[in-house]
C-alpha cells in the first residue's frame, strides 16, 4: 500500500528546495486538462500558494472538454490562470507541415513550450514539468516541447499510479476519469497511439526498468513478447531525449 501522504510531502519538498535553490519566488505550470499537469498544478499550488499560475494553451485541435477541465480544477483549488489560444501561431506554420499529424503535434508541443517560457522570463518564474515516469521512459513526448522544464515532480511516478496519487489529492472527476491524451489532434490518446494500456505497460516497464528483469524471465512470468521488444525497442530508440546533447571533446594542441 502506497503512503500517498508521504509522497506528496516529499515532492512539496521537492519542489520547495529546487525553486529556492534559482532565488526565484514563482512558478508556471502549462495546464492541458489532463492529470499529469492536473497533479502538478495541485502540488504547486500546494507549496507556493498564490506564487504560481498555470497557462492553457488551446490550439484548433484542442477538444473543448480539454479546457474546461483545466478551468474547473483552476476554480476548485483557486489557483490563477490565463490562456493563450496558440492557433495563430500554428497556422502560420501549417500549410508546411503537409496535414502530418506527428509533425503538427510535435510543432504544437514546441510551440506550447516557447509560450511557457516566455511566461516565465515575464513573471520571473521557473517552469515544472509534467511528464511522468512512463512517458519519458519510452520517449512519449517532445524533445524541447512537453518534456522541456527546469524541474519536474513526477518523472519517478509511473502513469498507472497516478489515478490514485490524483484522487488523494482531489482532482476532479471529469480529469481522473478521461482517457489519457495530448490533446494534439482530434480524436487522439496515448494508449491507441501505443497499442497498450498504461496499467498493461507499467506493470512490466517497473520489472524490466526497477526491478532488472530480463526478457526471458518476463516471458516466464507470462508477459506477451510483442509487449516486450515494443518497451525495450522504445526505451533504447529515445534513450537521447533525455540527455543534453552531446557535445564533441577537442583535444587542443
Request: glycine share 6%; hydrophobic share 40%; proline share 2%.
Amino acid at each position: 500500500m502506497i503512503n500517498w501522504n508521504d509522497i506528496e510531502q516529499q515532492l512539496l519538498k521537492f519542489l520547495r528546495d529546487e525553486v529556492e535553490k534559482t532565488g526565484l519566488k514563482r512558478v508556471t505550470v502549462g495546464l492541458s486538462g489532463g492529470l499529469d499537469s492536473a497533479i502538478v498544478a495541485i502540488l504547486c499550488k500546494q507549496a507556493f500558494g498564490d506564487h504560481m499560475s498555470c497557462v492553457l494553451m488551446p490550439s484548433q485541435f484542442s477538444s473543448k472538454s480539454s479546457i474546461d477541465d483545466a478551468k474547473k480544477l483552476c476554480e476548485k483549488f483557486d489557483i490563477s490562470y490565463e490562456i493563450v489560444d496558440i492557433s495563430p501561431m500554428i497556422n502560420a506554420y501549417i500549410d508546411n507541415m503537409n496535414d502530418d499529424k506527428l509533425r503538427i503535434g510535435n510543432y504544437s508541443a514546441r510551440v506550447r513550450m516557447s509560450v511557457l517560457y516566455d511566461i516565465s522570463s515575464r513573471d520571473s518564474s521557473i517552469i515544472v514539468g509534467t511528464s511522468n515516469k512512463s512517458e519519458l521512459l519510452l520517449g512519449y513526448g517532445t524533445i524541447f516541447g512537453d518534456i522541456a522544464c527546469a524541474i519536474n515532480p513526477i518523472g519517478q511516478m509511473y502513469k498507472s499510479d497516478e489515478y490514485a496519487f490524483g484522487q488523494y489529492l482531489g482532482v476532479i472527476d471529469e480529469i481522473l476519469t478521461k482517457k489519457p491524451s495530448a490533446d494534439l489532434w482530434e480524436g487522439q490518446t496515448d494508449e491507441d497511439e501505443l497499442g497498450y494500456t498504461y496499467k498493461q505497460m507499467d506493470d512490466v516497464l517497473k520489472l524490466m526498468v526497477d526491478e532488472k528483469k530480463s526478457k526471458e524471465e518476463l516471458l516466464d512470468l507470462g508477459y506477451e513478447e510483442k509487449l516486450i521488444d515494443m518497451l525495450n525497442y522504445k526505451i533504447k530508440a529515445n534513450e537521447f531525449k533525455g540527455k543534453l546533447p552531446v557535445i564533441a571533446k577537442i583535444q587542443w594542441s
